[in-house]
Nanobody
Framework: VQLQASGGGLVQAGGSLRLSCAATGRTFSTYGMGWFRQAPGKEREFVAAIDWLGGSTYYIDPVKGRFTISRDNAKNTVYLQMNNLKPEDTAVYYC?????????????????WGQGTLVTVSS
């Protein structure tokens, strides 16, 4: 599986962005998918995950109610809708695929990674 993330950019606090992650491979629909982020000077952290059907999702507390992860298996794409963005959301965002169907929280549980897209939120 190869992953290509896009949709990052510069936005003011309170604004919105939608990240996309396009995957190649016929088995995309069987993978659990996730989004991670790495802020400057910090370690990469888990943000959100979704299971293979999109029926189960998981978020870290700082983004609950503001971010929504979703997927379109017909398009081999997973999305991260980010609303009410805050300066602390500034980071490089990575999508990842896990060779299991359920939601996966641990970074070590992911097998494939995209190249990251930069999100900058100005105050």
């Amino acid at each position: 599986v190869q992953l290509q993330a896009s949709g990052g950019g510069l936005v003011q606090a309170g604004g919105s962005l939608r990240l996309s992650c396009a995957a190649t491979g016929r088995t995309f629909s069987t993978y659990g998918m996730g989004w991670f982020r790495q802020a400057p000077g910090k370690e990469r952290e888990f943000v959100a995950a979704i299971d293979w059907l999109g029926g189960s999702t998981y978020y870290i507390d700082p983004v609950k109610g503001r971010f929504t992860i979703s997927r379109d298996n017909a398009k081999n794409t997973v999305y991260l809708q980010m609303n009410n963005l805050k300066p602390e959301d500034t980071a490089v965002y990575y999508c990842a695929a896990a060779s299991v169907s359920r939601t996966v929280v641990s970074e070590s549980g992911y097998d494939f990674w995209g190249q990251g897209t930069l999100v900058t939120v100005s105050s």
